[in-house]
């Protein structure tokens, strides 16, 4: 009898092992794309209608970066500098929060440098009210070139030389992230450099998750809440204050974004807005949550009409019912198609970011 126990014993130790083995693997993150960056567009003294006013009312001179790739990127920990090959004038790039360090696919981000407080004391590097800051200046008095590095400090992209750039005249790329260096006819930070007007956009529903066990949202309260991805297709940002969320197609102007707070409404261009479906009520938290076992989610411009709408279940429905930690999502952000990205594969749910 003792030693039929001892087998069994062993046997189950063995399975139990093998089984342990076999459990999937979370996915390891994807590499950043940081040759993907560019250095787009720089100023040395910006004057008329300055991007940024510094706290001694004076424009702070900004160096604009652009992803001229097909992902979106995390730039925080990159380096910059305009003394290339000295590293002990480069400036690491801060970590943020709310992703204002990611550049979406085709999207641009401006970097603020050597702006001052009222005191006239330079603001150190950091991230303040969403703005990227840079404790470095630019200046045309000199030969002088800008370089990024990835967080290793490897080279990425170096730009053109703009000794004696005239002030209020901007440098950048003829063709954005490919082209040559020249003086422009228009400063465009955060647009493209052709000088036009940047093409406008629409919201679309890019992404969304109804039973959510393991994914942490941004701006949620760590209690794992449904969501829903807005996506901006143009290369301007739009204040989706006032617009309307809803898990009914029938009732349009279920849930009313804010409309007093821009900063936490608007979506940046190719850029991304999650509302959180938890219940709550309140700022991008909506009055519902999404059901997991299907149903219908839209959004509204005026809370009348529907502006885009989906049913989603597991057969017959608009979209597929993506399942517990799975999401449906549009199949590369904006596009027609979609697809559900499952936990665990190469293709995981992203909400807030661009679509793997």
Same mark, same amino acid.
């Given at each position: 009898?003792?030693?039929?126990?001892?087998?069994?014993?062993?046997?189950?130790?063995?399975?139990?092992?093998?089984?342990?083995?076999?459990?999937?693997?979370?996915?390891?993150?994807?590499?950043?794309?940081?040759?993907?960056?560019?250095?787009?567009?720089?100023?040395?003294?910006?004057?008329?209608?300055?991007?940024?006013?510094?706290?001694?009312?004076?424009?702070?001179?900004?160096?604009?970066?652009?992803?001229?790739?097909?992902?979106?990127?995390?730039?925080?920990?990159?380096?910059?500098?305009?003394?290339?090959?000295?590293?002990?004038?480069?400036?690491?790039?801060?970590?943020?929060?709310?992703?204002?360090?990611?550049?979406?696919?085709?999207?641009?981000?401006?970097?603020?440098?050597?702006?001052?407080?009222?005191?006239?004391?330079?603001?150190?590097?950091?991230?303040?009210?969403?703005?990227?800051?840079?404790?470095?200046?630019?200046?045309?008095?000199?030969?002088?070139?800008?370089?990024?590095?990835?967080?290793?400090?490897? =080279?990425?992209? *170096? +730009?053109? @030389?703009?000794?004696?750039?005239?002030?209020?005249? %901007? !440098?950048?790329? #003829?063709?954005?992230?490919?082209?040559?260096?020249?003086?422009?006819?228009?400063?465009?930070?955060?647009?493209?450099?052709?000088?036009?007007?940047?093409?406008?956009?629409?919201?679309?529903?890019?992404?969304?998750?109804?039973?959510?066990?393991?994914?942490?949202?941004?701006?949620?309260?760590?209690?794992?809440?449904?969501?829903?991805?807005?996506?901006?297709?143009?290369?301007?940002?739009?204040?989706?204050?006032?617009?309307?969320?809803?898990?009914?197609?029938?009732?349009?102007?279920?849930?009313?974004?804010?409309?007093?707070?821009?900063?936490?409404?608007?979506?940046?261009?190719?850029?991304?807005?999650?509302?959180?479906?938890?219940?709550?009520?309140?700022?991008?938290?909506?009055?519902?949550?999404?059901?997991?076992?299907?149903? =219908?989610?839209? *959004? +509204?411009? @005026?809370?009348?009409?529907?502006?885009?709408?989906? %049913? !989603?279940?597991? #057969?017959?429905?608009?979209?597929?019912?993506?399942?517990?930690?799975?999401?449906?999502?549009?199949?590369?952000?904006?596009?027609?198609?979609?697809?559900?990205?499952?936990?665990?594969?190469?293709?995981?749910?992203?909400?807030?970011?661009?679509?793997?």
């Amino acid at each position: 009898m003792k030693k039929y126990l001892f087998i069994t014993v062993i046997t189950a130790l063995f399975l139990s092992s093998c089984v342990k083995d076999e459990q999937p693997q979370p996915a390891p993150p994807a590499p950043e794309n940081y040759s993907d960056i560019t250095i787009n567009e720089l100023i040395t003294k910006d004057l008329t209608n300055p991007y940024y006013v510094d706290g001694m009312g004076e424009g702070a001179d900004w160096i604009e970066l652009y992803n001229k790739g097909n992902k979106a990127v995390n730039i925080a920990g990159m380096w910059v500098t305009d003394n290339p090959g000295t590293e002990a004038d480069y400036v690491q790039i801060p970590e943020g929060s709310d992703n204002v360090t990611i550049i979406p696919p085709k999207g641009f981000i401006v970097l603020i440098c050597g702006a001052s407080d009222s005191g006239g004391t330079d603001i150190p590097t950091s991230i303040t009210d969403g703005k990227i800051f840079l404790d470095m200046g630019l200046s045309a008095s000199k030969d002088n070139k800008v370089a990024i590095y990835t967080p290793d400090k490897t =080279e990425v992209d *170096i +730009s053109g @030389d703009f000794n004696g750039l005239e002030d209020d005249k %901007s !440098f950048g790329r #003829t063709v954005d992230g490919t082209g040559d260096w020249a003086t422009l006819a228009a400063k465009t930070p955060g647009a493209p450099n052709d000088g036009s007007a940047p093409a406008e956009g629409t919201l679309v529903i890019n992404e969304f998750m109804a039973s959510n066990n393991s994914w942490n949202v941004p701006g949620d309260n760590g209690d794992y809440p449904d969501w829903m991805e807005i996506y901006n297709t143009g290369e301007t940002a739009i204040d989706m204050g006032g617009w309307y969320v809803t898990d009914a197609l029938d009732d349009p102007g279920k849930y009313q974004l804010p409309t007093d707070n821009p900063d936490l409404t608007t979506v940046p261009p190719h850029g991304f807005l999650v509302i959180i479906c938890d219940g709550t009520g309140e700022g991008l938290h909506a009055s519902f949550k999404l059901s997991g076992g299907g149903e =219908e989610i839209g *959004i +509204s411009k @005026d809370g009348i009409t529907i502006t885009e709408g989906y %049913s !989603f279940c597991d #057969t017959g429905c608009d979209l597929m019912n993506p399942g517990t930690d799975n999401s449906t999502g549009r199949d590369g952000d904006g596009n027609a198609s979609w697809v559900v990205y499952k936990m665990g594969s190469s293709r995981e749910p992203s909400p807030g970011q661009a679509n793997n």
